[in-house]
Structure formats: C-alpha cells, structure tokens
C-alpha cells in the first residue's frame, strides 16, 4: 500500500486498522515503513533522571509523584559535570541522542536557565539533545530552541476520554498546548502515550488519533507500556496482552507514516520475541541504557545481541522532515 499523510484520521477508521487480522495489520504496517525508512536500521536515544522525585503531579503511573507512596527518593537537579558523564558513556554506547528528564509539573525561569547549560554543553558533545520537563511557556520553548534544543517530549499519555482516570492535576488541554509552543517554537515534537493502564482499544484508537491529526505528526513517537511500580494508583492493573501493543506499534506506524516510532518503558516485559515483531510492524526507534527516569530497562550488551540476531544496525542522525499543517481530530 502507498503511505498517504494525513490528519483527518477518525477514531472509526483506526479501530477498523486495530481490527485487522494480525497478518494483514503487520504486512500494511512493514509495507509503509519501507516507503520512508531503511527497515532495518533503529535509532538509539538514551534517557537520564536530571532531577527526581517530589513531582506535585498526581500521574496513576508514575513513581515520581509526591501523591503516591512509593519508596523513591527525591533528588535534586544534577550538576552539569554529571550530565555530561552521562552523556559521554550513553555517546560511547552508541546512542545519537540524549535526553534529559526533570519531575516537574513545569520549570521555574532559574531551573531553565541550569537545563539551558546542559543543552548547550551535550550538544557541543555532537549528539543530538532532547528534554522532558513539564509544560512549558511559549518563552520557555523559545529559549530553548535558542540553546540548540533539537527535540522536546511531551506526552499526551492516553486518549482524551481516559485521560481523567489517570491524571486530575493537568487538563488534557494543557498537553496540547504545550505541544503548540513547542512546534511554534521550530522544536522536534516527541509525543506517544503508555499503553495497558486500564483503556480500552478504543482509547488507544483514540489516543493515535490525536497524534496523528496534530498539524504536524510528531517527529517522534514514543510508545510505552506501563510499568506497574508498587505504591501507585495503577499497580495491579491488568496486564496488557503484547500482541494489542504489537498492534498499536502498527497502527501508529501506518497512521505516522515518517515518524519514528519508539519503544520506551515496558521493555523488559517483552521477550526477544515481541521486540522483534514490533520491529516488523515498524518501531524503529528505542530507548538504550539499563535506567528511564526511574525503573529498569534492558541491558545494552542484551540489545546489542538482539540487534545482531535480527540483523539490525543503529541509525546515524537524520533530519527529519515536517508534514503539511492538518485538521483537528473527527470523532465517530
């Protein structure tokens, strides 16, 4: 099938692509993906905490919120010097681009100024930097598009009408806008959602529809499966059947025909097995380096291996290219 780029997408027309034979859903999804990318390259970013904990923020998810009570210790913003060790050992691993993350629900003008440093200083490593911060001003995305910032993660999480059983301190209004400022500002877009905390495959239809129908896909689109931390409101949740994440993983592929889509958490709940068929319905993107934010993810050495078997190699950085402006997203 030939890839059309669209943001029209209705919530109808994607539960009919989750519906799909598990076959025919992969072959449409592989088919696209070799219309825009090499399908056997992934591109490698490596995530590190810059500050920990005490997030005012009431996230079912998320370890780091101060509603919840998990055994995290807050932490306070890391040094430059400590950032850029990070970096340097992630660079050596292989990974293209770094990215940092801060618990807050949104960065005082003085906590910019310190991120700002830390841009600066990875960029002149040569790798291309990302940042997960919080909401953000129209200035404050500005600014940092003025420190050479090349991408920005902001997730909506879920769909806008499972958004509430998750998240009450952040309007689902709040993400959107803050993905406005930072495309206005001329910055990446990094935005998915976390699958298996409770939604339906409608939800996740309507999840992808709100990505896609953005005026811009985002140039990144992370897909997390939920890691069930002790102590949040979500732990014992029903675990999520893989293949619906296969699924989703496809789906999105096919409904962000140049974006690159990432697997984030999750992954060491996934065998080889399903890494593989992800990668077959078009993830081609992933977070590298044993810790995100604050749990566990594989090992390099075991995804060195795992790229070696499936006969993948890592991607070097590559300009991405934005998409005409679109139409808000239909419901059905």
């Not at 090499?38 to 998320?62: F, M, R, W």
């Not at 495959?201 to 890691?227: K, T, Y």
């Not at 065998?271 to 044993?290: H, K």
Request: hydrophobic content about 35%; proline content about 5%; aromatic content about 6%.
């Amino acid at each position: 099938m030939k890839s059309e780029i669209r943001h029209d997408w209705s919530i109808g027309e994607v539960e009919q692509l989750l519906n799909l034979p598990f076959n025919d859903l992969l072959y449409q999804a592989q088919s696209v993906h070799r219309q825009h990318f090499d399908p056997n390259q992934v591109q490698v970013s490596t995530l590190l905490s810059i500050k920990t904990g005490a997030c005012p923020e009431d996230c079912g998810y998320c370890s780091q919120s101060a509603r919840n009570s998990t055994d995290l210790e807050p932490e306070r913003l890391l040094p430059v010097d400590e950032v850029l060790e990070s970096a340097a050992a992630a660079k050596e691993q292989g990974a293209t681009r770094f990215c940092m993350g801060a618990a807050w629900r949104n960065p005082t003008d003085t906590n910019l100024q310190k991120v700002v440093d830390m841009v600066r200083a990875v960029k002149d490593m040569g790798m291309e930097t990302c940042l997960t911060l919080g909401m953000l001003t129209a200035e404050q995305a500005q600014k940092l598009k003025d420190a050479g910032l090349d991408y920005y993660n902001h997730n909506l999480d879920t769909s806008p009408e499972f958004y509430g059983e998750v998240i009450t301190t952040r309007t689902y209004e709040d993400r959107l806008e803050t993905l406005d400022h930072v495309r206005k500002a001329g910055l990446n877009v990094c935005s998915g959602g976390i699958l298996g905390m409770g939604e339906s495959r409608r939800d996740r239809a309507s999840m992808l529809c709100q990505l896609s129908n953005l005026p811009s896909h985002p140039e990144s689109v992370p897909i997390n499966l939920l890691v069930q931390v002790e102590g949040t409101p979500l732990f014992g949740v029903e675990a999520l059947d893989l293949l619906e994440f296969v699924r989703t993983i496809a789906a999105a592929r096919i409904m962000m025909p140049k974006s690159h889509v990432r697997l984030s958490a999750g992954r060491t709940e996934m065998s080889d097995e399903t890494q593989a068929l992800c990668f077959l319905a078009g993830a081609n993107s992933l977070f590298y380096g044993e810790r995100l934010l604050t749990t566990d993810n594989p090992e390099t050495d075991r995804d060195k291996q795992l790229f070696e078997r499936l006969g993948l190699s890592m991607e070097q950085h590559v300009e991405t290219e934005k998409p005409p402006q679109g139409r808000a997203c239909h419901r059905v």
